[in-house]
């Protein structure tokens, strides 16, 4: 393995202390002089032609300053980014029609806050209420309401994957089993609600403050919406509060206030209320997966047929990208010589259900994990064998996807059967506790290369300076998963300084380098981190040969940049301080300063992703057999992100997923009386605490991802996965419930214990 | 002449619409959450020992958060910056002694402007008081107050000039005038009080918001005084409500605003009173000259020998650079076979003088001009004749200095007399009714190459996008002045595109590329200007590569950037929008983004300027033998700054020109009583109102300056000297009362005609 001297090291976080002391800026936080106040009217009802809006009374009210419906804006679609151009489906006020409880109507810029509460009662819209439909089945029957004139099926995508035989693999298995399996809604719950802040500058062009994982995507859907051109729009990112998926789009508010305060000439800011993030926010799609698997007698895998229907909502947000990708992540994880796969994206009259954490991973890898304990089970071996057995591994080619790079999925199934004393702990458990384990695959970076970006997906600058500092500048947007940071060590490490001499800005489509496809799919550390080094590298070319000249070395001399100093290796007397270096070239160049550009752009990798994480976690619980809860006991987990930039960061991420996964399996779910979304506050919608956290333990497994800067893939989403299947998996192990219909609720589980007795 | 499409028409300035509606911010405007607000302890005392400074009360009074004195301070002097290190000699805050009333001793930082304004009057400071002097005679003598230990004379700079043989041209001479004349202290009267916001950044760097015409040289300052690395701290410059010179020095509210930031981790603003302007702000210097001149019979010169000495304040501040620049404009305009200089710079117990608007030549060609008036009278030449005989044209050297370039001397003097009805009105006018002329020669940019910075003394960035936009960033510093504006005219014209189509970032030390010296000794349209130019050229030969692989021109083909399209200039079929020959370089070369830098650095252009603007003035007065009030009745201008880019703003500036002449012959002073100055605001001091303004009519001069972006020099600051010089010799004319000690009062008015009559 490679040293290193700053990657691999618990760097403190860039935002830290700012974060600590209160002082960090998020976008609600700012405040312009003169600005407004926007509010947005909602629909009450989950279908409805709209047949006249009424503003007369709010636009009346002192204090309002500007009012806006569908009629004020181009009407023009947005949706999927670039991706799947026919699906998009959404305007950002509503035109002719709402579709779900929540769908937003007009909205309102007032000089304060409760002027424009005011004013939003007093919009009157006349409704003409349609028939709704919330449910998959229903709304794929011949008959049912029609969300979208284009799309008389209310099936809005049709995604198939084939390889292989899967007919010819079933006829020939030993032993073929088949399930169904639903997955349900759960919110991203980022504990910062969506704010945004728009502002025209000296040249009409917007600037939009928003908390959006994607800034340079946001520019362009939102100038595409407002009919401007890509750079009569600039974004900036402050401190974000988590995104998790849920803030990749662009969004209603996002137009309004940019619409708002081109309309006024005034700053115009929208913050959501938690309960509009929970009646009307983005969610993760609720599914109903049918997996047909077959085995050979010894437990090989020969075939696999996966048929998904995405509950999508009323539009198709990143729908469209989940029913793709949950094709590929039901492939992931275990050779398949044969594959099939029918996924299905659905319309319904509820509130959108989007990309999150995982976005297919955690929904397609819980029918995944559980039928391989279950198909364990029937054939009398160990899941941890059965999983040894069939798991991918490095060299291994899914077809139309990847060749796996870097793999120690084997590695993690072993460590973590190890370190939670697996074997020992699956035989001999008290009554009512039980052992399980989920595995995961996932992307570092999505490559989708229908992204039709004209720049690189991730660019960097690297200025550096004769002080001895150097200054970072990247489109690549931290949205508290620590990206920052990591690019500083990528750096520091690269050009021998330390973290204190780099200054960084990062995520501003106007001033940092086109471009940067966002915060998504786990894509930074590879993405941008790969752009910088490359930035970083044509920074040391130039140094060296400064040095070069100004020793007069032989050619055969390897240089290097290393605590603070750029030298031969072989010979120290040969150094100069980095300052001094960065003085030599500019001096060279007549003054000009020491600028470079880097980018990085996936080639030759698939249509997936350049290189993949994998991982295993074992957990154990115990169920209440009096009041149906379960109790998680501890996590251990062992994955593979390759080398790791910041073990703190990554443990954090680890956390992070480990808190998701168990809302997820255990106690989040929104309850719905049709369209109308019931819990909308963090009283009701029950989220796990850091008092509801387990003892958890961690293994990174040693590997060097070859794609990856400095060996590094993902670290941030794949571990949204295992925990849910571990944990349904170590319920049956304690009570014998087999959970095929998430969440595992009380009820389910004293249901279950009450047949089972 | 060349046609140009967007140069040389009134496009609207780009900060108009901002302004004109309130919205534009200035640093004042400013807040961030937790900010704490400064205030600055002064001496009441002209010369002083600091013997004990007891901060304990206002430490202990409710919502004081930081105090600081020199003690809390690395003790780094500034001053000049990097032109005489050795004349370095003011402290951000007194060390040991204080020099003058208002000099800078102590700061607080609260959480309001009352609390810090009440902290500041708890403090006590104990004094030993010392003896003063207040005038340069005295200052000079032996046995004087010394100021500074190191400097026993008090005369901290003796400069010297010497070409040709004086002593000879003066016995050659048939011909030889010797005058004194005095000039007093103004003003810069800027709209906007400086003004200082600091806060520490993510990377521990500082940002500073700053009213100021430097941000390269305050970050350079800053980092400096506060023991730190330059990319330690960040400059950003808002919205400037004028600066004139009195804006280009590092400052105290600067230093302690950065200082107090870092010390309390909260943002922190200082903005100075009127009244705090107007004690201890910079004022022009005061001068005494000394010049002797020789003619021959008809009237060409011969020799002239400048002694001056200038009034100094208690630090040199930009002094020693005006000390230097006194001797140039001493030599111009007119051609000098011989000519001595001797120029002092002497300090004294009050408010220190600096740079402005014109920088030395107000002063020293107040001098030449007058003299040359009277010269003429004692020769029997018209004063407009004697000057075309002796006036530099095209091609003349400067020893040591320059070879004069474009020069539309001669031109101006005639047209001014044309336009003025010179002849008949010299001889023609009633009495109390005079008319008289100054001109003016100034430097478009200084060279003064030991300015020892690293970088180009301009850069620019541009940015080309396939929407047909670009982005322009150049840390050059509009401060009202409108450079922002003729920047982007520059560039639109060179790109053939639009203003819409511009963006711009300016000013902010951390974005915009290294380096601007900033906005002084009216450099900024030409040297920034050739910045802009030749990154816009470097995109265009990727943008004509593009066309000529597209269309496989042959290579005689010439190529343009025209009304949006890159084209052949001979077949107009062979032509792409500006954004599709954008998006065709992008996709050569892999998706990179289309971006260049350029620069400029004068080199081999001498000490001093690359480029002269030219130019003379004609006023007509009417003085009121009954109040001494000298009414300027109309003005006349004729000058040469080479091509016009915005005409608008150049009449803008000579109308601002003719408002401060005004003040500086007729109306403003500093009313001192020692060391104290009386009138401390704008009711007492006699700024002239639009009111005042006379008519005026311009010509501008056709030359084209081939150093120049596009043909053009400066516009800024040579008009700041003629109209005083003009004034004065008018009201000569009208009542026979030559003034040489400015400003010509109603009491010097009344006094010469009681005398006369």
């Known amino acids: 393995m490679k040293q290193f001297s700053v990657v691999g090291t618990d760097v403190p976080r860039t935002d830290g202390p700012a974060k600590a002391r209160g002082s960090a800026l998020y976008t609600d936080d700012m ?124 099936i809005s995508v049709n995604r198939k994957i084939k390889y292989g035989d899967v007919e010819k693999g079933f006829s020939e298995s030993d032993y073929v089993r088949e399930d169904t399996f639903t997955v349900h809604a759960v919110s991203h719950a980022y504990l910062e609600p969506c704010s945004a802040l728009a502002q025209v500058d000296l040249d009409g062009r917007i600037t939009l403050w928003t908390s959006t994982q994607v800034p340079y995507i946001i520019q362009c859907l939102l100038a595409s919406t407002l009919g401007m051109r890509e750079n009569d729009v600039r974004v900036i990112k402050p401190f974000i509060g988590g995104g998790f998926g849920g803030k990749m789009e662009l969004r209603t508010w996002e137009f309004c ?27 993760r799609h609720p599914m109903k997966i049918h997996s047909k698997v077959g085995f ?48 299905q994206h659905v319309y319904t009259n509820k ?44 060299g291994d080619k899914i077809p139309d996807v990847a060749t796996i790079s870097s793999c120690g999925f084997i590695e993690s199934i072993k460590a973590v059967a190890e370190m939670s004393g697996w074997k020992e702990k699956r035989e001999n458990l008290k009554p009512g506790h039980g052992i399980g384990i989920g595995c995961y695959s996932f992307i570092s970076g999505g490559v989708f290369n229908w992204f039709n970006t004209q720049y690189p997906f991730s660019a960097a600058e690297v200025r550096a300076f004769s002080d001895g500092t150097v200054h970072l500048l990247t489109m690549a947007a931290d949205i508290g998963q620590g990206s920052d940071t990591v690019l500083k060590q990528i750096l520091a490490e690269e050009l021998g300084l330390r973290m204190e001499d780099i200054r960084m800005t990062s995520a501003d489509t106007s001033m940092t380098p086109q471009a940067d496809l966002g915060a998504w799919g786990s894509r930074i550390t590879l993405m941008a981190g790969n752009a910088v080094i490359d930035a970083a590298r044509k920074i040391k070319e130039q140094l060296f040969g400064a040095v070069s000249a100004r020793f007069n070395l032989n050619v055969i001399h390897e240089l290097e940049c290393k605590d603070g100093r750029v030298q031969a290796k072989a010979k120290s007397e040969y150094s100069l301080s980095f300052g001094e270096a960065v003085a030599m070239v500019q001096k060279a160049n007549r003054g000009e300063p020491l600028v470079a ?51 703190r960061s990554v443990e954090g991420q680890l956390a992070g997923s480990i808190q998701m996964g168990l809302g997820y399996a255990l106690s989040e779910q929104f309850v719905m009386d049709g369209g109308q979304t019931l819990n909308t506050n963090f009283a009701d919608y029950k989220m796990p605490m850091a008092l509801d956290m387990p003892p958890s333990d961690v293994v990174h497994v040693d590997t060097y991802e070859p794609e990856g800067p400095m060996g590094a893939k993902e670290a941030g989403e794949g571990l949204a996965s295992p925990t849910a299947p571990a944990i349904s998996d170590a319920v049956y192990h304690a009570i014998g419930y087999r959970c095929k219909e998430l969440p595992i609720t009380p009820e389910k589980i004293l249901n279950a214990l009450k047949k089972g007795s």
């Open 31 to 154: 405040k312009l002089p003169g600005m407004l106040y926007g509010r947005i009217v909602r629909s009450p009802l989950a279908h409805a032609r709209i047949k006249h809006i009424d503003t007369s009374r709010a636009a009346a009210l002192p204090g309002v300053k500007c009012i806006v419906t569908a009629e004020d804006t181009p009407k023009i679609k947005y949706g999927n980014w670039r991706l799947f151009p026919e699906t998009q489906d959404e305007y950002p006020l509503a035109v002719d029609k709402v579709r779900f409880i929540g769908d937003e109507v007009a909205a309102v810029a007032a000089i304060d806050k409760d002027t424009a509460e005011e004013a939003i009662e007093l919009i009157q819209v006349e409704y003409e209420e349609l028939p709704s439909v919330f449910d998959i089945d229903a709304a794929m029957q011949l008959g049912a309401p029609v969300l979208h004139d284009y799309c008389p099926t209310n």
């Open 257 to 283: 206030a940019a619409l708002m305060a081109k309309m006024t000439g005034r700053p115009v800011k929208f913050t959501l209320s938690r309960e509009e993030e929970f009646l009307a926010g983005r969610r």
């Open 296 to 343: 050979k007698k010894d437990g090989t895998l020969v075939a696999k047929d996966l048929r998904i229907q995405l509950d999508g909502g009323a539009y198709n947000a990143m729908g469209p990208t989940a029913t793709f990708l949950c094709g590929n992540f039901g492939a992931m994880l275990y050779r398949y010589p044969s594959y099939r796969f029918h996924g």
């Open 351 to 394: 509130p959108p259900a989007s990309a999150m954490r995982g976005f297919g991973a955690p929904q397609s890898l819980y029918a995944t994990e559980i039928q391989m304990n279950m198909a364990a089970e029937d054939l009398g071996m160990d899941p941890i064998d059965l999983r040894i057995k069939n798991a991918q591994v490095s």
């Open 597 to 647: 550009r880097g980018s990085y752009t996936p080639r030759g990798k698939g249509l997936v992703t350049p290189a993949f994480g994998f991982g295993a976690q074992v957990a154990e619980v115990e169920v209440d057999s009096e009041t149906g809860l379960v109790e998680v006991k501890h996590m251990w987990t062992a994955h593979d992100c390759g080398t790791v930039i910041n073990p």
